[in-house]
């Protein structure tokens, strides 16, 4: 019999894979005007915010834009700008915020992942990836580097020792469970995958990687339907997931 999941296990990847790269992210954001059915405010065309943001989209001087931003702007002053600024305001905020910001302000671009204009949206989603890292123990935040970059470099019994480390020296650092995950899913336990990826959307609700994950593992392991719903929660946190989406409209022909 013909497993109707096979064409989706064969073209599972680890979950890292599936991320832009920071020009994809510029060059996107260049193309979106602030658009016709937005009003840009005199305040934030006159600002030194959106000063700052347009000459970043010009020069690419990341160290330029966070050394002007830090000068002028407070975090929390940022994220109340990302929450209600207008649409340019709200751009430049989340873009220092993915900068200048860690972990503490998660729930700030997680809730840009929502925003209604898509260039917001695609500027959240890479900023919220850097910040799962930058927790505040300088030595937790340097190792979760390492240990990613075990992963990336499929050294997965270094990686496995060294999540194991930190979750037990830091339990509450979701991005060690995430990691984890990776390596499980790697060498073929997705079972503690799964258990990984719940546990890193416990401590960060908003770790949409992580229920991608999860919908990976259950396609290996032939659970279309779990993998369906995880998929779903993937989308509900971040909707700009395409390929996610056509996941969930494939497994939907099949299941429902």
Known sequence: MVNPLAPFIQRARPWFCFMLNCHQVLRFVRSCPPGVHSKVSKATRQSKLAQFYRDYLDSEKSADFVAGVSQHYTLETLSKLAANGDRIGRRASVLAIGFLGDYRFNSVLGEALRDGD?????LADHGIRQL???VPDPYISSSLRRLARCNQQLKYDESL???NRIIQAAPMTAEAWNQRAITSFAQGDYWHAVCDCRETLELNPYHFVAAMGMANCHMQMKDGQSALASFRKALS???DLDRVRMQVASLERIFE
């Open 118 to 122: 898509r260039a917001v949206r695609l």
């Open 132 to 134: 799962w890292f930058r």
């Open 161 to 163: 020792n060294l999540a």
């Open 237 to 239: 946190i971040n909707p």
